[in-house]
């Protein structure tokens, strides 16, 4: 009798230890509604290392199942715009392999499948499912473009051009919200 209730206090015990565990922790499924903004803000030659970072983390969100906007927004507009030879500041920037060895390890993919340079990298996120919008007001100011809503002078092609008012909605429907 003693060895019945103790068996049976053991499975309540590993019964309730196992529905909390599944009540605490964040699932796959809990996260695929969820949004997280990235907002890119710093250019490539005040801090390479705030987009470097932007998208180690873009990786992670899409990884973890996030739905993931990012804004490219102030003066990080100009890391993208096309200067000489065609192309941005950031194309070919190359990625470090001490960086591409982390990211291997830290995503489960062979290192062959980790980007040799940033271009590659956005490529990669955006193939992935992040959406990117630039600020087309910003892009005006800064002489990349001549008129709003264009984006003719920006490496990226699939950067969306967004208003003020997008870009407030943009921030007020994200989950999360990050800036860089």
Known sequence: MKKEKILSVLIMFLISFFMLTIYLSPSMADESDKTILF???TSLKKDDAQICVTYNMIWAALDRGLKVNVLIDASAVNTYAIRWFG??????YDIPERL????SVQ???PIKDVPRTYGEFLNLLHKKGANFY???AFLV??????????VENI??????PVSLKKMLKLRTDADYYMVY
């Open 155 to 160: 490496s990226a092609k699939f950067f969306k």
């Open 134 to 136: 630039i600020n087309t």
């Open 39 to 41: 907002h890119l803000k």
């Open 100 to 103: 591409r060895r982390s990211l």
């Open 107 to 109: 995503f489960n993919v």
């Open 87 to 92: 192309k941005d500041s950031l194309q070919d």
């Open 141 to 150: 100011l800064a002489k990349i473009e001549d008129k709003e809503g264009s």
